[in-house]
């Protein structure tokens, strides 16, 4: 009871009055292995909109049906994950807004990608007892790294070696191109 009062509290459930310029959509799972609807404000991170849902006729009918063309057209980004599916009302509905797809999935994006190649190569290598096979396989991390260390030698395990982490990184990627491409 302490909690819910605590949320009653602090959670209004009447939409903001004025839509901010900046929002972030997202989605996340609620009861019953549910997944819900939220909005926020990008600058303030205040709440703008919680919906029960995720459907695009729900979050389009809450944003038409509480704010005016005017008010949603001051509306100049929209930051989300890579949900095709929002991005086809959000035009519709915020006819001004850019969509901005956040850091973490740019990342995460770019981090497969690399491991997709990274996969690639080590099909296409022929001797699984080499040292650039050893380090793409079993010191993978190394090419997650955003700068690594050129300086310190040490013992990378299944390479067998004391050697930098840049060095390791030259070593797998002299002998893949596409991989340092």
């Given amino acids: 009871s302490s909690v819910q009062r605590i949320i009653d509290q602090n959670l209004k459930l009447r939409p903001a009055r004025r839509l901010p310029t900046r929002l972030c959509f997202d989605e996340f799972r609620s009861t019953h292995g549910m997944m819900s609807f939220i909005c926020l404000d990008a600058d303030s991170h205040r709440l703008i909109a919680l919906l029960g849902d995720r459907f ?21 980004t929209v930051t989300m994950d890579m949900n095709a599916a929002y991005q086809t009302i959000i035009h519709e509905v915020f006819p001004k807004a850019q969509v901005v797809i956040d850091r973490f999935h740019i990342i995460q994006l770019a981090a497969r990608a690399l491991a997709q190649v990274r996969v690639q190569a080590l099909k296409q290598l022929d001797d699984k007892h ?3 096979y050893k380090i793409m396989k079993t010191n993978w991390r190394l090419f ?8 310190h ?21 002299d002998t893949e191109p596409k991989l340092k491409q």
């Fill in 56 to 76: 695009n006729r729900t979050i389009k009918n809450f944003f038409i049906a509480h704010y005016s063309l005017a008010e949603r057209t001051r509306v100049q």
């Fill in 130 to 132: 080499s040292r650039p």
């Fill in 144 to 151: 997650h790294q955003t700068a690594p260390d050129a300086k």
């Fill in 153 to 173: 030698k040490q013992f990378l395990f299944g390479l067998n070696e004391y050697v930098t982490q840049q060095e390791a990184i030259d070593i797998a990627l």
